[in-house]
């Protein structure tokens, strides 16, 4: 990778003399490689997708969601988002050289899942990203579902512009993680397999653990304060950005949630995969190497 595309991103630390200070960069839709990219997002429980502005974050579909099949195997969930744009296509939404950039559960590498923890097996080594390029027919980039997050947050959301490490946190089915650092992302940083109390941290307080432990948010914030007291020793992050389902809830357990850094939660809660993997598509500078 490294066509920089958007949107440039303030470099935080450096403190340009004003004959060194670059003109402040405006966004040129004309120097964009692909202007507009299709995002989708494979969940546990949905797959989404919509065209995204890459410009300025916005959806400018409607955003297309159906259940993710069960089982997820790749070729039932790669029918199901081919079925999803098909409908965007019909809409009049894309353009045949528009890519698509598709999230995932899982550590990706060279176009395929080499983790699996939430999504069915046969993902591991299945060629994910050359079954979906001939679905589809057209060029498709994976990228992790929480890195996906950490791309929406830092062009366009609570990390933007912001020195120092920020550490994004998804709370959902697993606990995904994003690790920036003024600004660059560090990807595959997977925080959500710690280990807490002899298991993956996700496997006791990801939203979905929390539900299957039927505990309270006040238990649930405890414990979590002591996952981000481990992550803090290792990383000490500047901020701490919580997205992902749980995050929605954040008036029920913010009161009781202990860390160094602030927290404070994601701007984009429905829609960080879809606006960061259609980001990674369109080549943003940050987005990992596939
Ligand atoms: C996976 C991560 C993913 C997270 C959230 C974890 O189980 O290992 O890759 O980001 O779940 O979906």
Redesign the pocket.
């Given at each position: 990778m490294g066509r920089a595309i958007l949107p440039p991103m303030s470099q935080p630390d450096a403190t340009p003399t004003p004959e060194q200070a670059p003109a402040e960069p405006t966004p040129d839709p004309s120097a964009v490689a692909h202007p507009r990219a299709i995002g989708i997002d494979v969940?546990?429980t949905g797959v989404k997708a919509a065209v995204v502005d890459l410009v300025t974050g916005e959806l400018v579909s409607p955003r297309i969601r159906e259940k993710t099949p069960q089982p997820a195997t790749p070729e039932a969930v790669i029918e199901t988002v081919g079925l999803i744009v098909d409908r965007l296509a019909e809409g009049g939404h894309l353009d045949p050289t528009m890519p698509a950039g598709a999230g995932l559960?899982?550590?990706v590498k060279h176009g395929r899942l080499v983790?699996a923890?939430?999504i069915d097996k046969a993902w591991l080594d299945y060629p994910a990203t050359a079954a979906l390029e001939e679905r589809l027919g057209r060029a498709v980039r994976l990228i992790?579902?929480?890195?996906a997050a950490g791309l929406a947050e830092v062009a366009f959301g609570a990390a933007r512009g912001v020195p120092g490490t920020v550490l994004l946190l998804?709370i959902?089915?697993?606990?995904?993680?994003a690790l920036l650092i003024n600004g660059r992302l560090l990807d595959?940083t997977?925080f959500?397999?710690v280990p807490y109390r002899r298991k993956d941290v996700?496997l006791w307080i990801?939203g979905a653990a929390r539900e299957r432990r039927a505990i309270g948010w006040r238990r649930w914030a405890g414990e979590f304060s002591e996952y981000l007291a481990l992550l803090e020793k290792w990383f000490w992050p500047d901020l701490i950005i919580l997205g992902?389902g749980v995050s929605k809830q954040h008036a029920s357990y913010a009161k009781w949630l202990k860390s160094r850094a602030p927290i404070v939660t994601a701007r984009f809660l429905n829609t960080s995969g879809i606006i960061g993997a259609a980001l990674a598509a369109g080549g943003h500078e940050e987005a990992p190497v596939d």
């Open positions: 969940g546990g559960p899982g550590v983790t923890a939430n992790n579902d929480a890195d998804t959902g089915t697993g606990i995904g993680s595959s997977e959500g397999h996700e990801s992902g």
